[in-house]
């Protein structure tokens, strides 16, 4: 099938019904799967890891902070990619996509600044630091809350489709910096990343795996939430044709 | 069996407890919504067919 071709019969999702059929085919699997994946992931890192010579067993924390650190970055890069194709192509599924996003990368967010709270306050001595990754986390939780706060307050929604999406390519900058405040700055108090495809840069082999399978459980988890809650806002959209239909007709 | 967690063990349950609760309530808003909103358009769909 030729490029063209393969990219035509994905913009066939973008019809609604078949988006929910197909979905509503896929969700039983990817509940399953997350919550296989998730229950696996941290009972293997909670009860069979052992603690780090020197964070002790505070490490354990790592299994919920990196994976939902790592979704609420790429939950808004997805909502940024779907904004970018309601701007261009107009596609309503796509707007209705991100933002049923934004409130899975919200509370990821949220997950990931209070676990490192909790975790700094015994290994840094302060539950916050205004440290380039933790400013820019909360800038981007921020974000988060603007974002969905104007989905809330324009009626319209075609308006709040356009005006939703120039908020996410602005608010792209600080999950990106976010990302690589500790490349770009160098400095304060948060390491480097956990994992990277360096292998010399990731964690000890004996937390790599149970970290993984978590991380696994988080994307597959973010995955399900996205399409069932798109499957709501679309019925909820259509909810609102069906009144002004009925409205229109009395 | 409970893992001795040492000295930090308030730390390490608080991290979970607070994220497991998180992640739970997002699931439980998710589906409530959803099933509230799909019996809403069922509704509004059966009385648009009865009303023609």
Known sequence: MAASEKLNSLWSYANPRKFLAVTERMLPGLWALSGACLIVGLIWGF?????????????KIIYLHVPSALMAINGWLMML?????????????????????????????????????????????????????????????????????????????????????????????????????????????????SLSLDKKENVADVFYIPLLVCIAGFVLLFIALVFYRTGTEIRARRIRALEARERAGA | MMPDLGKYADTVLSAYGASILLLI?????????????RAEMDALEKRMRRDG
């Open chain 1, 81 to 193: 990619v779907m904004s970018l194709i309601w701007l261009i192509r107009r596609h309503h599924v796509s707007a209705l996509a991100a933002r049923a996003a934004a409130p899975i990368g919200a509370t990821m967010t949220v997950i990931a600044l209070v676990t490192g709270a909790i975790w700094g306050q015994p290994m840094w001595g302060t539950w916050w630091a205004w440290d380039p990754r933790l400013t820019s986390f909360l800038i981007l939780f921020l974000f988060y809350l603007g974002y969905m706060a104007l989905w809330s307050a324009i009626e319209e929604p075609d308006t709040a489709a356009d005006l939703t999406s120039v908020l996410c390519l602005v608010g792209s900058v600080f999950a990106l910096l976010s990302r690589y405040a500790v490349n770009f700055w160098n400095q304060g108090l948060h390491q480097g990343a």
């Open chain 2, 25 to 37: 309530g997002l699931v439980a808003i998710s589906l409530w919504r959803g099933r509230r909103v």
């Open chain 1, 47 to 59: 009860f069979l890891t052992p603690d780090d010579y020197r964070q002790g067993s505070t490490v």
